[in-house]
């Protein structure tokens, strides 16, 4: 996602930066109580490496490529990773059980108000606890950025949001009804296979827009960014949970439902600020979920990543878990007001001439 601003003057002009400095000083503070937080709950932080063998591999995530070379001359292609996710999850193998980390995390295609191509990401990981705990401790840290901004409410774009109140638990099933008209559960099979054309009738007779080269994810998305997203975390947080798994590649499926995944998002004042998964630990099964979401990235965009084979060797003694990221400069913008992203970042990246 772009959006060019108008021309401005850079970050590092002292007015500029005046004006800036308060959100700042609001991000250490609220990165300061965060650390407090996990550390009261003996979370280890730690800290991954930037440079991987395969950024993610999500469709519709893209990353940053460059190449190390080697004292032989020859070059090994690396990405920037999208999120430390891989790392940690490595970590989790490696014995430890409960561990958060800021990391700054590379998204390339990403520019606009709540984008940037370099952004700081929180995840944290329970060794053994439910996805549920996580939604507990997203709400608890939503509260804990607003007492520590000093503010009552969240507003963005002319939405509020009570981060004090508890938040609405809302299955993306649920959501498709309310807000568009649609029965999702009714395109996906029992074992998780997707129905392009019945979802597209549904789309069709809800006025909904459908490109005969959509796939079922791309309608899936159409719904959610037009007709769903826009009512979420208004008045309190909102919990979007239950993903299809087709959407959740890195979830297990639910127990109560095999349809849908251990997977949620939470969201203030319209903004995505979380996904969270109970987190898969079929290795087999990541793979071929990998390997899907690779083929529908070459399909769309015309590359693929490699997948890390250190990471899915890792999956399979990886003890039961469940992880959260949080786009943490999203909520300081929320908490301390700010109307962009670079206003909450020391230093944003240039932006490249229009």
Known sequence: MTEKRPSASPWWTPSVHADRRPFLIGRNAIQAAFRGFFAAQDFMEVDT????????NEAHLHGFGTEAIGHDGRAQPLYLHTSPEFACKKLLAAGEKRI?????????RERGPLHHPEFTMLEWYRVGETYEQLMEDSAALMRLAAET???????????ACDPFAEPERLSVAEAFRRHAGIDLLATISIGGETD???LAA???ANGLRVAEDDSWADLFSRVIVEKVEPHLGF???TILD???????ALARPSPRDPRVAERFELYACGVELANAFGELTDAGEQRRRFEAEMAEKARIYGERYPLDEDFLAALAIMPEASGIALGFDRLVMLATGAPRIEHVLWAPVAEPDA
């Open 235 to 237: 008045g309190r947080p």
């Open 202 to 204: 549904q789309l069709r």
């Open 100 to 108: 958060a980390c800021f990391a700054h995390v590379y998204r390339n």
């Open 49 to 56: 490496a930037t440079l991987q063998i395969s950024p993610g």
């Open 242 to 248: 239950e993903y299809p798994v087709a959407e959740a």
């Open 196 to 198: 392009r054309e019945a």
């Open 149 to 159: 901004a000093g503010t009552k409410a969240f507003h963005f774009r002319g939405g």
